[in-house]
Protein backbone atom coordinates (compact mmCIF):
# COMPACT_ATOMS: atom_id res chain seq x y z
CA UNK A 1 0.00 0.00 0.00
CA UNK A 2 1.06 3.66 -0.85
CA UNK A 3 1.83 6.62 2.16
CA UNK A 4 -0.11 9.45 1.87
CA UNK A 5 1.18 12.30 3.44
CA UNK A 6 -1.69 14.76 4.55
CA UNK A 7 -1.72 18.28 5.80
CA UNK A 8 -5.07 20.25 6.29
CA UNK A 9 -4.27 23.66 7.34
CA UNK A 10 -6.93 25.87 8.39
CA UNK A 11 -6.55 29.69 8.06
CA UNK A 12 -9.31 32.44 7.56
CA UNK A 13 -12.24 30.13 7.37
CA UNK A 14 -10.68 27.89 4.25
CA UNK A 15 -8.74 24.70 5.11
CA UNK A 16 -5.31 24.46 2.57
CA UNK A 17 -5.56 20.17 2.21
CA UNK A 18 -1.87 19.32 0.52
CA UNK A 19 -1.56 16.00 0.00
CA UNK A 20 1.53 13.53 -1.31
CA UNK A 21 0.44 10.13 -2.37
CA UNK A 22 3.56 7.61 -2.82
CA UNK A 23 2.30 5.67 -5.90
CA UNK A 24 5.02 4.34 -9.42
CA UNK A 25 1.60 6.16 -11.25
CA UNK A 26 2.80 3.50 -14.20
CA UNK A 27 1.24 3.72 -17.72
CA UNK A 28 1.73 0.35 -18.82
CA UNK A 29 3.38 1.46 -21.90
CA UNK A 30 6.70 1.79 -20.83
CA UNK A 31 9.28 -0.65 -21.40
CA UNK A 32 12.42 -2.16 -18.65
CA UNK A 33 14.93 -4.12 -19.79
CA UNK A 34 12.68 -5.02 -23.35
CA UNK A 35 9.60 -6.20 -21.28
CA UNK A 36 6.48 -3.62 -20.91
CA UNK A 37 6.27 -2.60 -17.30
CA UNK A 38 2.55 -3.40 -15.99
CA UNK A 39 -0.03 -0.33 -15.55
CA UNK A 40 -0.16 0.44 -12.26
CA UNK A 41 -1.96 4.00 -11.47
CA UNK A 42 -4.64 5.41 -9.28
CA UNK A 43 -8.20 5.62 -10.66
CA UNK A 44 -9.94 7.27 -8.05
CA UNK A 45 -9.66 10.20 -5.03
CA UNK A 46 -12.16 11.33 -3.08
CA UNK A 47 -11.48 13.93 -0.48
CA UNK A 48 -14.06 14.28 2.67
CA UNK A 49 -14.27 17.29 4.93
CA UNK A 50 -16.17 15.93 8.54
CA UNK A 51 -17.89 13.07 6.22
CA UNK A 52 -19.03 15.24 2.98
CA UNK A 53 -17.59 14.87 -0.41
CA UNK A 54 -15.72 17.78 -1.34
CA UNK A 55 -13.35 16.34 -4.34
CA UNK A 56 -14.03 13.49 -6.12
CA UNK A 57 -11.30 13.19 -8.79
CA UNK A 58 -10.99 10.45 -11.96
CA UNK A 59 -7.14 10.91 -11.74
CA UNK A 60 -5.53 8.18 -15.04
CA UNK A 61 -2.18 7.45 -16.06
CA UNK A 62 -1.55 10.80 -17.41
CA UNK A 63 0.02 12.45 -13.82
CA UNK A 64 3.04 11.74 -12.60
CA UNK A 65 5.36 9.22 -10.16
CA UNK A 66 4.14 10.20 -6.15
CA UNK A 67 1.94 12.23 -7.17
CA UNK A 68 0.77 15.93 -5.00
CA UNK A 69 -2.36 17.40 -4.91
CA UNK A 70 -3.65 20.88 -3.15
CA UNK A 71 -7.43 21.69 -2.70
CA UNK A 72 -8.66 24.66 0.06
CA UNK A 73 -11.96 23.86 1.24
CA UNK A 74 -14.05 26.05 3.72
CA UNK A 75 -13.62 24.99 7.53
CA UNK A 76 -12.02 25.80 10.67
CA UNK A 77 -9.45 24.53 13.05
CA UNK A 78 -10.34 20.91 14.28
CA UNK A 79 -12.11 20.13 11.22
CA UNK A 80 -11.33 16.39 9.83
CA UNK A 81 -9.76 15.79 6.22
CA UNK A 82 -9.84 12.17 4.75
CA UNK A 83 -8.12 11.17 1.68
CA UNK A 84 -9.28 8.05 -0.24
CA UNK A 85 -7.89 6.51 -3.20
CA UNK A 86 -8.21 3.23 -5.85
CA UNK A 87 -6.27 2.48 -8.33
CA UNK A 88 -6.40 0.50 -11.37
CA UNK A 89 -5.43 -2.89 -9.30
CA UNK A 90 -7.89 -2.60 -7.16
CA UNK A 91 -5.70 -1.79 -4.29
CA UNK A 92 -6.77 1.13 -1.98
CA UNK A 93 -5.52 3.76 0.44
CA UNK A 94 -6.46 6.43 3.16
CA UNK A 95 -5.16 8.99 5.23
CA UNK A 96 -6.98 11.20 7.79
CA UNK A 97 -6.05 14.22 9.15
CA UNK A 98 -7.62 16.94 11.77
CA UNK A 99 -6.87 20.68 10.30
CA UNK A 100 -4.30 23.02 12.58
Given at each position: MASIK??????????G??????HPMETGLRKKKGKIVPANYIEN???LHNGSKVVDA???SSISKNPYFRF???GKKGDTIELKYKDNKGKTGSATAKSK
Open positions: LKPKARKGVIIKCLIKMVVDIGNVP
